[in-house]
């Protein structure tokens, strides 16, 4: 089994380079590729004296960033690290997945492009891991993919989100729940209100509508949602955790007492830090193609691309992708 | 000039009895009816010794809850406080506005139902205040009062908003920014890319797209979205404080020291829960009506239903009505 990694276009190639390095040392079953700039990938495994760890290389010329339009990057730049590595996981049959840091645009056109979908699938999601309250993770299906969602569409995010979650937490039957305004069943809006009655007719362990405040709580194991609404959810507490530990900063620096106070829940205050930190969950899988494909953060350290590789690994080994095609193998409902 | 507040289906018609009793003591050129429940109003007024402070009562009979669906409970219960309320708002020449904590849903629609809507309005929309970054109000229209917005609804929005902004912050052209998953002008949904154009072309003090993230940050004195957006944006901002709060909470108490340092910081804790709190940025304006009516939350202390009647005072001072009604008398465009 073989796991590609794009090291360019995020803000971090030389930390990609080094969590691929440490994923082929340490996940003994799994062979890794970096796919990137030959310098930078020729420095890095230099400096970690690790040119015998068994890493093997592609080298490419070209990189696609965030400022580009996806659609035409994915199609002029053929020699870009996330194309090649895409066409590597496309056709090398021993290829299990892909990881990219790259523009999140780029990397989902570039994969429904290479890859392809699973027959039945009207849209693959992006499965957004956010922090919950008690330190489980949440998925919100979706997170971001797809705007302007159908009814059926949430149903299978629904369906996606729950096989992911399934090998995630260990749990027969997630619990899905569903973004809306309201918890009762007419709240919310015409999308969501014909989405809830696909999910109370099917087999998922659906439990109705919730409200956004209660999304993180971690009673919940899959958000399903449209990417705006994803987007929206997931910005919004990224932001207001931002917001808040700097509004703390501020305070505390207004009065010395504060600041002894401080350095006394330091420790306290790293866990906090820790425990909101969307990057410690892990990336975000692109499911609903043939092959799994994911979606690091832009600033992944070498610990975030490492865990990536294990992500794949994880979905690979619980017959994820396989459950998924199978459950619309008979043609979208 | 005077201001009725229906004191009843809040969490704490107490606190509304006296914010409104401080209201009448405090705003000398405001007259202030409360409307609600006979032996609370006359209980309330007994305690504070205030018989004589020139606060107004109107006694009602029923109560309209949160559980019940707003458009029977405003057909049906004719004596609740909130309908009384607004009948008097309608009625009575004298009356410039009308605050409730009640049922958000009944609220929205009691006011649309009795005072009616500004010629050439599509929709009234719920502005709905948050904290922002800088101790700032930031405006959210619409807050959750109309779902499955077409994009000139949107539009009105904003004009709304700002018009209502113009007076909370001063300034002759208050920022407007469209909620968005990206910044550039293409990034959004159907609606939004649509809302772009139409704002694009306004005389608007327009900035373009925003994501989430960047909603409470301060720079933007009104954000515009559709209110299942809004709502998101909320209730997730909302959600997130209360986990990172309770989180951080729990993280001390797991060491003495972390419990020492919380002593110390406890004025800076304190500070940063007042920034977050939503309570201390006044009531939701609910506006394209024909007068003001203001949905103050529902655990409203007195202080903040106290500044609801200011709120109102504000909005009639500002003509803000006026100039909403202006905007669109040529009819909706």
Same mark, same amino acid.
């Given at each position: =089994?073989?796991?590609?990694?794009?090291?360019?276009?995020?803000? %971090?190639?030389?930390e990609s380079v080094?969590?691929?390095? %440490?994923?082929?040392?340490?996940?003994?079953?799994?062979?890794?590729?970096?796919?990137? /700039?030959?310098?930078?990938?020729?420095?890095?495994?230099?400096?970690?004296?690790?040119?015998?760890?068994?890493?093997?290389?592609?080298?490419?010329?070209?990189?696609?960033?965030?400022?580009?339009?996806?659609?035409?990057?994915?199609?002029?730049?053929? /020699?870009?690290?996330?194309? %090649?590595? !895409?066409? =590597?996981?496309?056709?090398?049959?021993? *290829?299990?997945?892909?990881?990219?840091?790259?523009?999140?645009?780029?990397?989902?056109?570039?994969?429904?492009?290479?890859?392809?979908? !699973?027959?039945?699938?009207?849209?693959?999601?992006?499965?957004?891991?956010?922090?919950?309250?008690? #330190?489980?993770?949440?998925?919100?299906?979706?997170?971001?993919?797809?705007?302007? *969602?159908?009814?059926?569409?949430?149903?299978?995010?629904?369906?996606? #989100?729950?096989?992911? =979650?399934?090998?995630?937490?260990?749990?027969?039957?997630?619990?899905?729940?569903?973004? *809306?305004?309201?918890?009762?069943?007419?709240?919310?809006?015409? !999308?969501?209100?014909?989405?809830?009655?696909?999910?109370?007719?099917?087999?998922?362990?659906?439990?109705?509508?919730?409200?956004?405040?209660?999304?993180?709580?971690?009673?919940?194991?899959?958000?399903?949602?449209?990417?705006?609404?994803?987007?929206?959810?997931?910005?919004?507490?990224?932001?207001?955790?931002?917001?808040?530990? *700097?509004?703390?900063?501020?305070?505390?620096?207004?009065?010395t007492k504060a600041?002894i106070g401080y350095?006394? =829940?330091?420790?306290?205050?790293?866990? !906090?830090?820790? %425990?909101?930190?969307?990057?410690?969950?892990?990336?975000?899988?692109?499911?609903?193609?043939?092959?799994?494909?994911?979606?690091?953060?832009?600033?992944?350290?070498?610990?975030?691309?490492?865990?990536?590789?294990?992500?794949?690994?994880?979905?690979?080994?619980?017959?994820?992708?396989?459950?998924?095609?199978?459950?619309?193998?008979?043609?979208?409902?």
């Amino acid at each position: =089994m073989r796991v590609i990694i794009d090291v360019m276009g995020g803000d %971090r190639p030389e930390e990609s380079v080094r969590g691929a390095l %440490r994923a082929a040392k340490e996940f003994g079953e799994v062979k890794v590729t970096a796919v990137g /700039d030959k310098k930078l990938i020729e420095r890095i495994v230099a400096e970690e004296n690790a040119s015998a760890l068994g890493m093997d290389a592609v080298f490419t010329t070209e990189v696609i960033s965030n400022d580009e339009s996806p659609t035409m990057a994915i199609k002029q730049k053929k /020699d870009s690290s996330m194309v %090649r590595a !895409l066409t =590597m996981l496309k056709e090398d049959a021993d *290829s299990i997945g892909m990881i990219s840091t790259g523009s999140t645009g780029a990397v989902l056109t570039g994969a429904t492009l290479h890859i392809g979908r !699973l027959p039945g699938i009207y849209r693959p999601t992006l499965l957004t891991q956010a922090p919950a309250m008690n #330190g489980q993770p949440v998925c919100i299906a979706d997170g971001g993919a797809n705007v302007d *969602s159908r009814p059926e569409w949430l149903y299978q995010f629904a369906v996606i #989100g729950s096989a992911y =979650m399934k090998v995630v937490t260990g749990r027969e039957n997630p619990s899905v729940a569903l973004l *809306s305004v309201g918890t009762e069943e007419h709240k919310g809006n015409e !999308l969501t209100r014909a989405a809830y009655a696909l999910l109370r007719e099917s087999n998922l362990n659906f439990v109705g509508n919730i409200e956004a405040r209660d999304a993180l709580s971690g009673k919940y194991d899959v958000i399903v949602c449209d990417g705006y609404d994803g987007n929206i959810l997931i910005k919004s507490t990224e932001g207001a955790a931002k917001m808040i530990m *700097s509004l703390l900063k501020g305070f505390v620096m207004e009065s010395t007492k504060a600041k002894i106070g401080y350095l006394f =829940m330091k420790k306290a205050l790293m866990k !906090l830090k820790n %425990r909101m930190d969307f990057n410690n969950y892990g990336g975000a899988p692109f499911l609903g193609i043939k092959k799994c494909v994911i979606k690091a953060h832009g600033a992944s350290k070498a610990g975030a691309v490492y865990n990536a590789v294990g992500q794949v690994l994880k979905i690979k080994q619980g017959n994820v992708i396989e459950s998924i095609g199978r459950a619309f193998a008979g043609g979208a409902e």
